[in-house]
């Protein structure tokens, strides 16, 4: 299966306009796509406050904005801050970090199907977690580590596999694909080998769930971000260029293979550290930049509205599995499983019929 490509795409590129700022600096602006990352933005903060206002102790909008603005009572201060907010938060970045990684991968493997989760970067942080949980029954900060430590040894190891003078995309996607079959294969059997006391955290943690995320979990998640999100919004030219080919891309004056080494290295460690947060929530670093390229119409990786498609992604995800099911609550990631699994089907409909596969 191939990308679009920039030829066939070009017409339906959003209008862009040229902004200078009073310093006398000037850059290009997309109108559309910055129109989609605004409208995303306002959907994810409106699923937040939604969600943080949902549970056992329900609130109003205003006053779950009240009290985050300082003004609520004891009892509300306590529910959101303690304990609805570092869900909410990290449910935000891990969907912006999964959105992010997807579309570096896509980009980079020219590929709509060259998503972390076709590529075994999930799987390689779910092995990780579970030899940790299985083998020596780790809390939870060690299973966070083995989960980043994980996805950080697949995708080095997929990216040595993929080598021959440079990783080219369609090469890259069978690797990946060689390495999610061979480490689902080792996830299973780490679930035989565990008692049953074992076995069953390591299911609950591979469905992928929200539930009791704390502080704790928020700041590491929110440095990472902070860190690699601008770095890789950075090369988002230089990403763009690529999409063209390795040979215009050096006759344009990009270092390819360097850049590509620094993209994938920060996608993984996106990709990890956000398995490690929540576990292995699924499809939404596969659907959410083709959903971002869809809405802005744009060619280019739409970094920052795959981004932000994430994160709404996740949190109205988030809202199903509280609320769409009455007492019974789901985790996350068997509500982004079912979508994204409806999602994977119409995908390969369309590029079907479009004759890309």
């Known amino acids: 299966m191939k990308a679009t490509t920039t ?8 209008p862009v ?6 310093g006398g600096y000037s850059f290009r602006m997309n109108v559309r796509a910055a129109l989609v990352v605004l409208l995303l933005a306002l959907v994810a903060a409106a699923a937040a406050v939604v969600l943080i206002g949902s549970g056992d102790f329900t609130m109003t909008p205003g006053e779950v904005l009240m009290t985050l603005f300082g003004h609520g009572t004891f009892q509300q201060e306590f529910i959101v801050t303690d304990l609805r907010l570092p869900r909410v938060l990290v ?8 959105g992010a990684g997807g579309a570096v991968f896509q980009t980079i493997s020219r590929n709509p199907l060259g998503s972390p989760d076709v590529l075994g970067f999930g799987q390689g942080a779910t092995v990780g977690a579970l030899t940790v949980i299985v083998l020596f029954q780790g809390g939870a900060a060690a299973v966070s580590a083995g989960a980043v430590i994980g996805g950080l040894v697949t995708g080095v190891a997929v990216y040595l596999l993929a080598w021959k003078r440079g990783v080219h995309g369609f090469r890259l996607v069978l690797v990946g694909i060689g390495a999610a079959a061979m480490l689902t294969a080792a996830t299973q059997y780490l679930i035989t080998k565990a008692n049953l006391v074992d076995a069953t955290r390591a299911v609950v943690w591979m469905t992928g769930s929200l539930d009791g995320r704390d502080w704790a979990q928020v700041w590491p998640l929110l440095i990472v971000c902070a860190v690699l999100l601008p770095l890789v919004y950075g090369h988002g030219p230089a990403l763009r260029v690529m999409e063209m080919g390795d040979d215009a891309a050096y006759a344009l004056g990009v270092r390819v293979e360097r850049t590509r080494l620094l993209l994938m290295g920060s996608a993984v460690l996106l990709v990890a550290v956000a398995t490690a947060a929540a576990g292995p929530i699924t499809f939404v670093s596969l659907s959410a930049p083709q959903l971002a390229r869809r809405l802005t119409r744009s060619t ?4 920052v509205a795959a981004t932000f498609m994430g994160a709404a992604l996740l949190l109205v995800a988030d809202w199903i599995a509280l609320d769409a099911f009455g007492d019974r609550q789901l985790p996350v990631g ?3 499983g079912v979508l994204g699994g409806c999602y994977l089907v119409w995908l390969l409909v369309t590029e079907r019929k479009a004759g890309r596969i």
């Open 334 to 336: 068997v509500v982004t």
């Open 17 to 22: 306009r040229a902004v200078r700022t009073p």
């Open 91 to 98: 449910g935000l970045l891990v969907g912006g970090a999964l």
């Open 7 to 14: 030829k066939e795409t070009a017409h339906t590129a959003g």
């Open 300 to 303: 280019g990786p739409n970094l």
